[in-house]
């Protein structure tokens, strides 16, 4: 069996973190690993299958022996670097919002589109947390359904934002207790114990960045540009695991124990809709957990083929570092 | 000016603490004022303008010489004694869910339906809490353009539940941070840094009450048992003010600063919605704040005539207390 060079850039990030636990978690092929960060945490230690690797910064020829580069840096940083890794004989995997809707990046859910990672001229975006569980929810019913309509509402968690929106709610809360003031550096607002409407920054069309990404990424992942999706997007005070309130208008009549079924059957989708049992996705039940968790599953009786649904997934893994593992691991 | 003789039923409770306040606060033409609570409550004293007053427990003749009793009990309860009471004389405004959707009981928010106070037969409904700040941002659009159909989702503080869920979340907050073990005993699983898809009972319909709540008493209060809606009710990590983001479909087309203009313009609702300074409704706003916050409105682009808003009002005040204050006041 082949192994592989491979480097993770934001090697110390949130994303980064859960991407090296995951290479040795499925076994990934790695023949050589680079840990790649900012120039503040060069020389830091990180154990990899019991390996100390030393992280390293970016610069020139760093990448000439990579042959898949794992990027979760800022947007930014993606723009100026993932060129340069390519140019040195890497693949990008890239997790940030620097190439998604590039016609020529496949933005890739393996589930559901990895026949696309071969057009790939290089990169390979990953699309936004909120965007992968949605889709692999959302998609069985497009299938057999079509859909007319989709409203999303998301309730995101702060570890979509990092390691230091994570320090920062935990921050809060031990000020809370003790009649500390509360302080805010990563939101503009407290986050403990409050909701934020905002998401990335405010667009010209009064959406969010982050609300457009559902839109836009949703319609390239399954090859449609013409879907009709608005989103609402909003940050909660939950450490991890994102949850999305989604309403569906189908094309066609649907059954809704059949919807059920269909979901259930997605590959990395699991139902969790028993209501007499108290059974419904929740944050605290994906900790470790990779598979997108759907239910809530319910007829919507103001409007014809119309239903409600909640899902709930680990942002850090299948939102972002599973996902583009996986897109690795197809691949090779 | 005439003086009244006030019953508040629950005095000790979350909201019946907001109504002794509020009372307060407003300068209330109080009499005499009676604090009835639970037996285990009997005996305690709460000061009233300068005034200690002992809590009573219920017992026969307890209303006789009350012209308005406040309730703020549970359902079982309400439905137990707001008859004793209205026997004994007494007015009731019950903020249970035990009379609300009865016809021969008035379901009022002042600012809306006023005129139907003087209908009631000896009880009037106040409205749950989520469906308050609903409707209050949404009247002037029903009025104007008509509503084709509404979409709620809700994003619900747990002071909603009442004071032992208050302290629930703040001893996991607690325990979290000293990394002792987490327990729920008011809610099925973890509120702290967790998501509930579920408020109140699940029924027949896989819809929770609290979500039938508002699609039911939305229709009451704006008088048109026709209005499709649908809502989907989550209870989230914190302390007080609820969320609510909203999708609306109206009749006919709307121009989106006149739909801004006639919100801003609705009694004790507040338009804050500059995106380009940061200023959108937040839970931690609404602490002390009477009015109902809406916010984030723009176009949806998904459907003709649509359009997205969020919603946040402190459900103690004007889902609760102070809009039971407003309807003794219309009363009198």
Not at 67 to 86: E, G, H, M, R, T
Not at 144 to 163: C, D, E, P, W
Request: proline share 4%; hydrophobic share 40%; charged share 30%.
């Amino acid at each position: 069996m082949s192994k592989y060079n491979l480097a993770v850039v934001g090697a110390t990030g949130a994303v980064g973190q859960e991407i090296i636990e995951i290479l040795e978690e499925r076994k990934f092929p790695v023949d050589n690993l680079k840990l790649i960060a900012s120039k503040k945490s060069e020389g830091k230690k990180i154990t990899f299958l019991n390996r100390k690797i030393k992280v390293e910064s970016i610069e020139n020829g760093i990448f000439e022996d990579i042959d898949i580069a794992l990027f979760s840096i800022d947007s930014n940083l993606s723009k100026k670097y993932a060129p340069q890794a390519v140019k040195e004989g890497a693949v990008v995997i890239d997790n940030s919002n620097a190439f998604r809707m590039d016609d020529s990046v496949p933005l890739v859910v393996p589930e559901i589109n990895a026949n696309k990672i071969n057009e790939h001229q290089g990169i390979i975006a990953n699309p936004n947390c909120s965007t992968i569980q949605l889709v692999m929810a959302i998609k069985p019913i497009f299938k057999k359904y079509g859909l007319k309509r989709v409203i999303v509402n998301t309730y995101q968690a702060v570890s979509g934002t990092g390691k230091r929106a994570i320090s920062e709610l935990e921050q809060q809360i031990k000020d809370y207790i003790d009649k500390n003031e509360i302080k805010s550096e990563v939101y503009p607002y407290q986050i403990s114990f409050n909701l934020l409407p905002h998401i990335d920054e405010f667009q010209e069309n009064k959406y969010t960045k982050e609300e457009m990404k559902v839109v836009k990424e949703t319609r390239k992942i399954l090859d449609d540009k013409e879907i009709p999706i608005t989103a609402t997007a909003v940050r909660v005070p939950v450490f991890n695991g994102h949850g999305e309130s989604v309403n569906i208008e189908t094309e066609v009549s649907y059954l809704i124990d059949d919807i059920k079924n269909s979901i259930d059957k997605m590959e990395n989708v699991k139902l969790v809709d028993n209501i007499n049992e108290n059974k419904y996705p929740m944050p605290i039940m994906v900790e470790n957990e990779d598979e997108v968790m759907v239910g809530r599953i319910r007829r919507d009786y103001s409007k014809k083929n119309a239903l409600n649904m909640w899902i709930v997934a680990n942002n850090l893994r299948k939102g972002a570092a599973l996902n583009a593992v996986q897109i690795a691991e197809k691949m090779i």
